[in-house]
């Protein structure tokens, strides 16, 4: 049986290896205040807690499914977690 998909916290997938947290939180930060962002030392995939749903909606809905420019192209999953 699933729970209910968080409103704040969505998973971020297939982050090209070495991706920082310092390059997630310029990305993610223009759409709201992150409570929490967890990146494991591999860097491929990261957890990102927003304080506000709405917030959270707001950087889903800009940045699910598109390639994102920077230091390197940033084609990346984003899913709101269980």
């Known amino acids: 049986m699933s729970g209910e998909r968080s ?3 969505f998973l971020v997938k297939h982050l090209p290896a070495g991706t920082t947290t310092d ?4 990305l993610f930060d223009r759409h709201g205040t992150i409570g929490r962002l967890l990146l494991p030392p591999h860097g ?3 957890v990102i807690e927003y304080i506000d749903a709405t ?5 889903f809905s800009a940045l699910a499914y598109t390639k994102v ?4 192209p940033l084609s990346c999953y984003i899913y709101f977690i269980v």
């Open 7 to 9: 409103k704040t916290v």
């Open 23 to 26: 390059e997630l939180r310029e």
């Open 44 to 46: 491929v995939t990261a």
């Open 55 to 59: 917030e959270a909606r707001a950087a």
């Open 69 to 72: 420019t920077g230091r390197f």
